[in-house]
């Protein structure tokens, strides 16, 4: 922003003209990569889990929002102050453009803070999703201008809205499966600057392909990147595998950061800015209070549906509600969007978008931090990579896959170092950080609760396991699959025996509890350790002769790990 000013108060036009905002530029070269790596990185499992009300608030919220800016913003031109002057067709128009959200800031402190899974995904997977929601929406309307207002022209406009978000949503599906079938019947492991050129030039090549068909190319772009991390990621060789994802982070973090900088200089130096302060205002209050009527009615549908399905987990609380709000941020899809309006007021209303897209990254983008404390909301919550970070590991195999699979050396003579690097199960690796925190995780119940079991698997992920994966993935990628599940399985029963065991041994031994009031001791809580009744224990244990033996406890920081307290007791010397 200050750059831009410093450009607008300088003489002379060639430097303002050459930063102007160009909608081609933005549309082909700034916002595929961020599409895309937003795809490719998805958190699958907490998407697919949410996918109900993801898609609820993309589509209908997103309905609802613009509908709601747009009415309120005729009813505001109605009157005509500042001498703005908006039909309906283009109020409608201006509230589907300002009805997308970009929560980049919000996004990227969520991540560093490791905020709720559930509430990261809903928004995470609600910003994708109504960016092209709003864009389809807008375009369709583009289609009814100057025409009237039929019954029959808003049924037409609502199944064009749903035919081109359904075809798109195919034709990246199709160009993903694509991929990863010409990965897994091919040897292009061979050639990994070949093989990642592939995978990025067919993603590209599907956003394109779908625009040139007259559909919504961000809706392919991103299902085409969860495709191709989905099915093709495991039949990619490893250096294909690091580079596509570390090539589309960076590419996706320079497209973010010269999109700020776009709009930041465009503030001063775009022209035919008309500034409009209290549309402006009257506008940004607009779109909270769609932002509200969008958010609040679908929480409580979404709350009262998982109720008559007895899933209460997946109640959106009412901090996730408020959350939700203030993720209503709205960003350079917005005024790319804006570039098309026409009219008498266009010049205004572009200005205005401009100006509110500015306004809510400052207000609450800045403010995400203190709306977390105020909130309550959980953070430091670390999930188990579903990203395939095993391969990034050299493809752990922590129960010996190699052996399972013995073959002879001879096989492995003619290969280069590449190939062989592809073919040859690696072995195990000890002390892997993933692994640990997914076992660490699945442990983490408080002392005296019994490990929770495994939730019942999402019938797509059921579906998709059983015959997808088979379909497009190798065959050794589905056995090493398959052996980490079977082994993880079965370290979680031990881990589940263990810790029953140990704890029936708490509850047969004795802490002092009777010197204790009765009154104080509610059955509910009889399990339960103090600091006072191991002191007591301790003083009882020094002061009595008549116990021969000497009873050892070792207290750890909360919970106990390892060996079963039926086991020897460690000496005097060990450390305890």
Not at 10 to 24: A, L
Not at 45 to 65: E, M, P, R, W, Y
Not at 259 to 282: C, H, M, R, S
Not at 469 to 496: C, G
Request: glycine share 6%; proline share 5%; charged share 20%.
């Amino acid at each position: 922003m200050i750059v831009g000013l410093i450009i607008k108060l300088s003489p002379g036009t060639i430097i303002q003209r050459m930063v102007q905002f160009n909608q081609g530029y933005f549309f082909n070269l700034l916002l595929p990569p961020i599409i895309l790596n937003s795809g490719y990185e998805l958190k699958r499992h907490q998407f697919f889990l949410n996918f109900g009300t993801i898609l609820t608030f993309a589509l209908v919220g997103t309905f609802i929002a613009a509908v709601v800016t747009g009415v309120l913003t005729y009813v505001y031109a109605f009157f005509r102050p500042e001498g703005i002057s908006i039909s309906f067709i283009d109020s409608m128009i201006f509230g589907s453009i300002l009805s997308a959200t970009d929560p980049v800031t919000i996004l990227a402190i969520f991540s560093q803070l490791h905020v709720d899974p559930q509430l990261f995904s809903i928004i995470s997977g609600e910003s994708l999703m109504n960016d092209a929601v709003a864009i389809v929406l807008s375009e369709t309307l583009h289609k009814f201008r100057g025409q009237e207002l039929h019954v029959a022209n808003i049924f037409k406009g609502v199944g064009v809205f749903l035919g081109v978000f359904t075809a798109s949503t195919l034709i990246g599906v199709l160009f993903g499966i694509l991929v990863a079938l010409m990965l897994k019947y091919s040897e292009l492991f061979r050639y990994p600057s070949i093989e990642t050129c592939l995978v990025a030039l067919m993603a590209y090549s599907s956003y394109l392909f779908s625009n040139a068909a007259q559909m919504s190319g961000i809706v392919t772009l991103l299902f085409s990147g969860i495709t191709l991390k989905h099915y093709a990621y495991d039949n990619m060789s490893l250096r294909s595998k690091r580079a596509t994802k570390y090539v589309f982070q960076v590419l996706s973090q320079l497209s973010e950061n010269f999109i700020f900088i776009y709009l930041g200089v465009n503030l001063f130096t775009q022209t035919e800015l008309d500034y409009k302060p209290l549309f402006i205002l009257a506008t940004t209050l607009i779109i909270c209070i769609a932002r509200y009527l969008s958010v609040a009615p679908l929480s409580m549908l979404i709350n009262a549906v998982c109720r008559a399905l007895g899933k209460s987990e997946e109640i959106l609380p009412r901090s996730h509600q408020l959350m939700l709000f203030w993720a209503g941020l709205r960003g350079a899809v917005a005024f790319a969007l804006s570039s098309a309006l026409v009219g008498d007021s266009a010049p205004a209303m572009r200005t205005t978008v401009l100006a509110v897209v500015t306004l809510t990254v400052l207000l609450f983008g800045g403010t995400t931090n203190r709306m977390l404390q105020l909130l309550d909301i959980r953070t430091g919550v670390v999930e188990p990579d579903d990203s395939g970070s095993e391969d990034e590991e050299r493809d752990l195999d922590p129960v010996g896959y190699r052996r399972l699979q013995r073959r002879p050396a001879s096989m492995y003579s003619d290969m280069s170092d590449e190939e062989e690097e592809h073919a040859r199960p690696l072995p195990p690796s000890r002390g892997n950080s993933t692994m640990e925190m997914s076992i660490g995780g699945l442990l983490s119940g408080p002392l005296g609760d019994p490990i929770p079991e495994s939730e019942q698997p999402h019938w797509f992920m059921s579906f998709d396991n059983k015959y997808l994966k088979p379909l497009f993935t190798k065959r050794h990628i589905q056995a090493r699959n398959q052996t980490l599940a079977e082994y993880w399985k079965e370290k979680r029963r031990k881990m589940d025996r263990a810790n029953r065991n140990m704890l029936a041994g708490i509850r047969h031994m004795s802490f002092g509890q009777s010197a204790l009031p009765r009154d104080d001791q509610d059955d509910e809580n009889a399990d339960a350790l103090t600091l006072k009744s191991v002191d007591m224990t301790r003083q009882q244990a020094s002061t009595s002769s008549a116990s021969p033996q000497k009873k050892k406890l070792v207290i750890g920081s909360g919970r106990v790990f390892g060996r079963s307290p039926s086991g020897s007791p460690p000496s005097d010397g060990e450390p305890q």
